[in-house]
């Protein structure tokens, strides 16, 4: 792991900002250093469960669907593989977002696992308030042979979903879906990473 985060490199600086917001939007700024204990069950703030869920590495994607005819998509890293046989993975989307409504009308959707490159394409789709329709103008992307979603350029890899059910996860809903299409590029070996609220690369 790549020991330099997002806010070192002068280029990275806004995506930083974006991703500090995120973790921070109700919950004041983001503890970087020190230890963080969780007393009880009854007394974990969203804040001590931000931090230490935090120390979990993912990689970072963004989820695609259509809605009213325009193109929805959000960043998000709340992705698991479910199950093999049947083919299920699920995403975890807040229910404040806009993306929620989509993926709850909308009954396919698609994720683009993103490339190291990608940090640009994070935080534009995890600005708060960005401007709705045209999400992926000047962005290039392309459309998943099953579904038609749009899919990120670049991404080490992609799969297209059809919603299998959707359960109730406190302030987000578990989005499960069957995998439709999986495909993966042999080229990417540098996916992008999250960890304690900045982007980080593998070595
Ligand atoms: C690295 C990263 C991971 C994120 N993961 C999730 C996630 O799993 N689920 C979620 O609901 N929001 C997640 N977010 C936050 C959303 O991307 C962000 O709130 C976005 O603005 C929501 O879209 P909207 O503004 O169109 O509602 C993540 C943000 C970042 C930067």
Avoid: K
């Amino acid at each position: 792991m790549d020991d330099t985060d997002a806010s070192d490199g002068a280029g990275y600086v806004d995506a930083a900002t974006i991703a500090l917001r995120f973790a921070s939007v109700e919950l004041g700024p983001s503890q970087e250093t020190g230890v963080v204990t969780v007393p009880g069950e009854d007394t974990v703030t969203p804040r001590q469960l931000r931090d230490v869920m935090g120390c979990l590495v993912t990689g970072v994607c963004v989820v695609t669907a259509v809605a009213d005819g325009e193109d929805v998509a959000m960043t998000v890293n709340s992705v698991t593989s479910v199950s093999l046989d049947p083919p299920l993975v699920l995403v975890c989307v807040a229910r404040t977002a806009r993306f929620h409504r989509a993926v709850t009308e909308s009954t396919t959707w698609g994720l683009s696992i993103l490339d190291g490159d990608a940090v640009e394409v994070s935080t534009r789709f995890s600005r708060p308030g960005r401007p709705r329709g045209g999400e992926f103008e000047a962005l290039a992307h392309h459309r998943g042979a099953v579904t038609g979603v749009a899919l990120v350029d670049g991404s080490c890899a992609y799969l297209e979903c059809r919603t299998e059910v959707v359960h109730p996860g406190g302030d987000h809903s578990i989005v499960v879906g069957r995998v439709l299409s999986a495909t993966h590029s042999a080229a990417s070996e540098r996916p992008l990473v999250y960890h304690r609220g900045a982007y980080r690369w593998l070595r």
